[in-house]
């Protein structure tokens, strides 16, 4: 095999063809931004889909998640206008009582989170719509946001009783409802809070644990009544209007690029305009707790209940320490428990994670993907039901080339693309099914070579 000229290279074909070839990087340095927040991406185009009037969106990410949403909401009457750069729209809606029912099968694609909220938008509606998704969405849960959904009176069915894409919402009259978030997932706890702005009553979602609050959060910009009572989130029915927002850089895109900046002696990078929502910077407590010492964290904006807090983050080598992460940690940490993984390879001793199960049911079977990938590189690791163990390598680990499959699961290739960057000079690591990685984070493979020094 020739020496790639770059850290890492990417050929694209199709989930089965796209794969991506990582070396060994000698130096990570830079000031760079990272896309936009997915999470918030999604949120802003459903209620500015939902408000009336005009709504102009900043930051946004367009990545083929946040599209599908662009997509299903200019379906339901929704104008959308994408300027240039595509981070930059303006929606004009005639409101929630006037969305229009599609002409066609809405497609999801491969967002979970697309498809759940959506759900609680569209079962308050007044007229027919049916969802659906590709293969790996069609897998995945959608009981447990129908359920609660059902309580308040939707209409929603498919296979297995609505336990799976695709489904069909027949809008109706809602009520309000009183749930406890037993899964601990912010899209079931998103889902009813939407439906329950069209609602007859108050809605209250009450949590065992804090999960990501994004929809709370930007619910009052657009005028929506929300009471939040520590782990009770209550919404009362209301009319949103469009309004003007910015979505900050994603935290998890921005988690591969702290990683590489831990593991790479010798670093000095600089992350800008980073989302520091508290309820998604959990692995910033974990790498604390690994010893972490050369993160620095300068917000730009005060945290508060009303606003989405952002900063700059600064990175340097770190030698760290494996641990047992708790498992109340988990809700916070769930989508980067992949690069988690990573790291814990490069540390020294022993990293266990439990009470992680929800990995199982996530773009791929996420426990099972990270442990064959991590075997591949030679990191001893094993797997449990709700979790894994990571014996670590230390900080210069004599990692071992060869090939993997990311299950094409976005998040797993790009963890591995930023552990094999730590290979040994002789080494390359192939990681295939990786078309994916542009549902999330569109020109990856771009900034990870413009950060890293081959």
Not at 154 to 182: E, H
């Amino acid at each position: 095999m020739n020496v790639i000229p770059e850290s890492l290279t990417e050929t694209r074909g199709g989930p089965e063809s796209g794969y991506m070839q990582v070396r060994r990087g000698h130096r990570v340095s830079g000031n760079i931004r990272v896309p936009g927040d997915k999470s918030i991406s999604h949120r802003s185009l459903i209620l500015g889909g939902m408000a009336s009037g005009k709504t102009v969106v900043t930051g946004f990410l367009p990545s083929d998640d946040c599209l599908r949403t662009l997509s299903a909401f200019s379906r339901l009457g929704v104008q959308i206008r994408q300027q240039q750069d595509e981070t930059s729209l303006e929606l004009v809606s005639p409101g929630f009582t006037g969305l229009r029912e599609p002409d066609s099968i809405l497609d999801f694609g491969n967002s979970g989170t697309a498809s759940r909220l959506m759900c609680g938008v569209l079962a308050g509606t007044s007229f027919f719509t049916v969802m659906t998704g590709d293969d790996s969405l069609r897998k995945r849960p959608m009981k447990r946001v129908v359920d609660p959904l059902s309580m308040m009176g939707a209409k929603i069915d498919g296979p297995g009783s609505g336990s799976r894409l695709p489904l069909a919402v027949r809008g109706t009259a809602l009520n309000g409802i009183s749930f406890l978030n037993a899964h601990k997932s912010a899209q079931v706890k998103s889902s009813i809070l939407l439906a329950g702005l069209n609602a007859s009553g108050p809605t209250t979602v009450e949590e065992p644990v804090q999960t990501r609050d994004h929809t709370e959060r930007l619910l009052p910009l657009f005028g929506g009544k929300v009471l939040r009572e520590g782990l009770r989130t209550t919404v009362y029915p209301s009319r949103l209007t469009g309004t003007e927002m910015h979505v900050p850089g994603d935290f998890s895109s921005a988690a591969f690029f702290l990683a590489l900046g831990l593991l790479t002696p010798g670093s000095s990078l600089t992350l800008e305009g980073v989302g520091l929502n508290p309820t998604r910077t959990g692995l910033l407590q974990v790498l604390e707790a690994m010893k972490a010492r050369s993160l620095r964290i300068l917000p730009s904006t005060p945290p508060s209940l009303e606003s989405e807090p952002y900063g700059n983050i600064h990175v340097g080598f770190s030698e760290l320490e494996g641990i047992d992460v708790p498992p109340e940690w988990i809700p916070n940490i769930i989508d980067e428990i992949p690069i988690l993984a990573a790291c814990a390879a490069c540390a020294r001793g022993t990293t266990t994670i439990r009470g992680a199960s929800e990995l199982r049911v996530k773009e791929s079977d996420r426990i099972r993907g990270i442990v064959s990938a991590l075997q591949v590189l030679g990191v001893p690791c094993k797997e449990f039901p709700d979790g894994l163990a990571i014996d670590g390598l230390g900080p210069d680990p004599r990692l071992t080339g060869g090939t993997i499959d990311s299950l094409n699961d976005h998040r797993i290739a790009m963890s591995m693309a930023v552990l094999g960057s730590r290979l040994p000079e002789s080494e390359i690591l192939t990681i295939r099914g990786t078309d994916f990685v542009s549902t999330s984070f569109p020109g990856f493979s771009n900034l990870f070579n413009q950060v890293v020094a081959c």
